[in-house]
C-alpha cells in the first residue's frame, strides 16, 4: 500500500522522530512508539457524519498534513506506507474484537512484519490497551512489559493468534487474529461499518486516545481517563468542554471548526 502524496522524511517529522531510519527492529520499535505518542486514535469524522476515507492519499492527508488522527485503517495504513518506505515486508491481518460481551465480527486491522526469519505484530490502533511496541510471533505465553502495560500472546490449535493485556491484574482477551492474507479492499466493508452503524461505538460516541511515555490519555463520550503509572484520574467532560480538552490533551481540532 502506497499513495503517491506520502513522504517517509514528512511522516517521520510529523511523529517528531529523529535519527537516520534502518530497515531493522530497532527502527520499526521506535517509530511505532514515536507515531502512538505524536498521533492520537481518534474518530472525529465518524462524529461529524463522515465515511472514513480510505483513499491513501486522504489518509497522508489528513494525519501528515492537517496532523489529525484516525482509527485502526488510517493509523496502521500510515504505518504500513513508512514499512513500505523502508522496504519492510508486511501484511494486514483481520482481527476480532474480543473484550465486547457478544461475538464480533473481524473488524479490527493490524499488522504483521516480517525481518529476517522472525515475524512481528504492531498495531497502532486499538485505542486503549493497545500494545505499545512490536511484539514476535513466535513469543508465546510469555508475559511481555511494554512501559506500565504487561501483554502476552497466546496461538489456538485453530490457528489464530490472541493478544491478551493485563488489566486490573487480570488477563483479559483483547483481540484474535490469523494470517490469511488480507488486501486494503477487504477493510472497505469493515470502514463502512464502524463508520455508520448506530451501534458501533465511534458511531455512539466521541473516542480519542493518545499514548504517553507514563500511560494514556481516553476520552470515551463525556469520560477523560488520564493513567500514568498505573494510577487513574477520570472526570466527566460537558458538552462545552469537549473542543478544549481535544485540543488540550489529544491536539485536536474538531472537523469544520
Known amino acids: 500500500m502506497q499513495a503517491n502524496n506520502f513522504s517517509l522524511t ?6 517528531d522522530y529523529t535519527g537516520t531510519p534502518k530497515a531493522d527492529i530497532e527502527t520499526v520499535e521506535r517509530m511505532m512508539r514515536r507515531h502512538l505518542f505524536s498521533v492520537p486514535f481518534e474518530n472525529l469524522d465518524v462524529q461529524a457524519g463522515k465515511i472514513v476515507s480510505l483513499v491513501p492519499e486522504d489518509i497522508v492527508e489528513k494525519i501528515v ?8 485503517y488510517e493509523v496502521n495504513g500510515l504505518f504500513a506506507m513508512a514499512l513500505e518506505a523502508l522496504g519492510i515486508p508486511y501484511q494486514f491481518v483481520a482481527a476480532r474484537p474480543m473484550f465486547y460481551p457478544a461475538r464480533r465480527p473481524r473488524t479490527h486491522m493490524a499488522l504483521v512484519l516480517t525481518l529476517g526469519d522472525e515475524r512481528w505484530l504492531c498495531d497502532l490502533g486499538f485505542g486503549s490497551y493497545g500494545i505499545r511496541a512490536p511484539m514476535r510471533l513466535d513469543a508465546l505465553d510469555i508475559e511481555i512489559a511494554q512501559d506500565d502495560d504487561t501483554f502476552m500472546m497466546t496461538l489456538g490449535d485453530d490457528g489464530f493468534y490472541v493478544l491478551r493485556a493485563k488489566v486490573d491484574g487480570q488477563w483479559t482477551n483483547q483481540y484474535a487474529f490469523d494470517l490469511s492474507p488480507q488486501e486494503w479492499v477487504d ?11 448506530p451501534e458501533a461505538i465511534f458511531v ?7 499514548m504517553t511515555e507514563a500511560g494514556r490519555k481516553i476520552l470515551g463520550g463525556d469520560s477523560l481517563k488520564i493513567v500514568e503509572h498505573g494510577r487513574t484520574e477520570k472526570r466527566t ?3 462545552n468542554e469537549l473542543a478544549g ?10 472537523p469544520g471548526a
Open 65 to 72: 498534513g492537517r496532523k489529525r488522527g484516525g482509527y485502526c
Open 204 to 210: 455512539r460516541m466521541t473516542v480519542a486516545v493518545l
Open 10 to 15: 514528512d511522516y517521520l517529522h510529523r511523529i
Open 237 to 239: 467532560v460537558a458538552p
Open 187 to 197: 477493510f472497505v466493508p469493515a470502514n463502512y461499518l464502524n463508520s455508520t452503524h
Open 245 to 254: 480538552i481535544l485540543a488540550r490533551e489529544f491536539g485536536l481540532t474538531m
